[in-house]
């Protein structure tokens, strides 16, 4: 409740407020005020509005009426807040001028002798006490009596949206707790879960934590999968969640996890392997391919068992026939050496290669077509060993 502004004159009003009220008897008093008997304890709902109901009426009188010309009336509110009994104003009139907090208001215009004070949007911190102090005088400024009475006002407050959680892993066999709060209610929310259709079911207890609003499910099967609704309630309203429980049949949760994972793991590892040893085989491929296409390939002589012929690009491409080349008698020899012409447009005739009986083979004389030793070196040709064949003419 808001405080009004204290001015010298407020501060003189409380404090006859707070002496008279106590020293004054009542049936020396000249008037009275009056609140209902039933209406003593008020209890509203947050955001509503609420009439606090009070009256004066002069001596004898049993039901109120019309003030006389004469009556001047003082109506002051004062709300009586929390343990700590700070007391704050909420309504005063004086001298025709009425002065509120913006929620609070006189039910009748004055002058009037029903001084019901009204208040609207009510709020959880406007429950406490209400005092109602009428002071009356008459024209001269002869005070004709005070009188005050009290009431008490509880705004109650309807529970706040609950929030739900499932705990526990949902799998065939397990234990699960549904929970259910609402973060404010006044009084404090009753609980109760319920499972929605088609296949309704209303939880009690043991099961049922009606206070905290937890439900415990034991031994989960795949058939109390649904969805689970809780209400929070108390007597001026009513608030809902709900939470979805799908029971798995396979392993937990945190075990299915743990093997996706490190099934990812390892097949990563597997793929960087056969990476690495890609890269590597092809890393040892590359030189050996280096050297065999920078590397010359080394000349073959075919031996025909013909007569020697030349290429027609001019090399030499074959020896004498193994008859040419075998001795009449003794051990195999060397053959002698032949050079090898170079390339040449002409097609060169091969020169005789006569038999040799001694150690060392003798130099062959060109033929008169043929082409000599030092012409054949001219041209780059290259001497080659010519092996010699066995009596039976084989290659020795």
Same mark, same amino acid.
């Given at each position: ?6 001015s010298?004159?407020?501060s003189?009003?409380?404090?006859l407020?707070?002496g008279l ?13 009056h ?5 003593t ?6 955001g509503?509005e ?12 049993l039901?109120?009426?019309?003030p006389?010309?004469?009556e ?13 009994? *700070? ?20 039910v ?19 429950s ?7 002071n009356?005088?008459?024209?001269q400024?002869?005070?004709k ?13 309807p529970?706040?949206?609950p929030?739900?959680h ?5 799998h065939?066999g ?13 009084p ?21 934590d009606?206070?905290?609003?937890s439900?415990?499910?034991? *031994? ?11 209400k929070?309630h108390?007597?001026?309203?009513s ?5 979805t ?9 945190t ?6 994972v490190?099934t990812?793991?390892?097949l ?6 056969v990476?690495l040893?890609?890269r590597?085989?092809k ?23 013909g007569?020697?012929?030349?290429s027609? *690009? ?9 008859r040419a ?9 060397l053959?002698a050496?032949?050079?090898?012409p170079?390339?040449s ?6 020169p ?17 077509g ?13 001497p ?8 039976a003419?084989?290659?020795?």
């Amino acid at each position: 409740m808001i405080s009004l502004p204290v001015s010298p004159e407020t501060s003189l009003l409380r404090v006859l407020f707070l002496g008279l009220t106590t020293l004054a008897s009542p049936s020396r008093a000249q008037m009275e005020v009056h609140v209902s008997a039933s209406l003593t304890k008020l209890r509203a709902v947050e955001g509503a509005e609420v009439v606090l109901p009070a009256w004066y009426s002069l001596q004898g009188e049993l039901s109120p009426t019309k003030p006389e010309p004469w009556e001047v009336p003082t109506v002051m509110w004062f709300f009586l807040e929390g343990k700590d009994k *700070n007391m704050s104003q909420v309504l005063t009139y004086i001298g025709q001028v009425t002065t509120h907090t913006p929620r609070a208001s006189l039910v009748h215009p004055m002058p009037s002798r029903n001084v019901s004070l009204r208040l609207r949007d009510l709020q959880e911190k406007d429950s406490g006490s209400y005092f109602c102090f009428v002071n009356l005088q008459d024209n001269q400024g002869t005070v004709k009596g005070q009188s005050s009475k009290h009431l008490e006002l509880d705004v109650l407050v309807p529970p706040a949206p609950p929030s739900c959680h499932l705990r526990g892993v949902a799998h065939v066999g397990a234990n699960v707790t549904l929970s259910c709060q609402s973060p404010r209610s006044k009084p404090t929310a009753q609980y109760q879960w319920v499972r929605s259709p088609p296949s309704s079911q209303v939880f009690f207890a043991p099961v049922l934590d009606a206070i905290h609003g937890s439900l415990s499910l034991k *031994n989960l099967s795949t058939s109390m999968s649904g969805v689970y609704i809780c209400k929070a309630h108390n007597e001026v309203g009513s608030a809902q969640c709900n939470v979805t429980l799908t029971v798995s049949t396979g392993p937990r949760a945190t075990v299915v996890a743990g093997a996706v994972v490190g099934t990812m793991v390892g097949l990563g590892l597997l793929a960087v392997l056969v990476l690495l040893y890609q890269r590597r085989g092809k890393a040892l491929e590359e030189p050996a391919n280096d050297i065999k296409e920078d590397a010359i390939a080394p000349r073959t002589l075919p031996w025909p068992k013909g007569s020697d012929t030349i290429s027609k *690009n001019g090399t030499l491409s074959s020896v004498t026939s193994a008859r040419a080349l075998r001795p009449p008698q003794g051990p195999s020899r060397l053959g002698a050496l032949t050079p090898t012409p170079s390339l040449s447009s002409q097609v060169l005739p091969s020169p005789r290669l006569p038999r040799t009986d001694g150690a060392h083979p003798q130099p062959i004389s060109p033929g008169p077509g043929g082409v000599s030793s030092s012409a054949l070196n001219r041209m780059g040709a290259v001497p080659v060993m010519v092996p010699a064949q066995s009596q039976a003419g084989s290659l020795v």
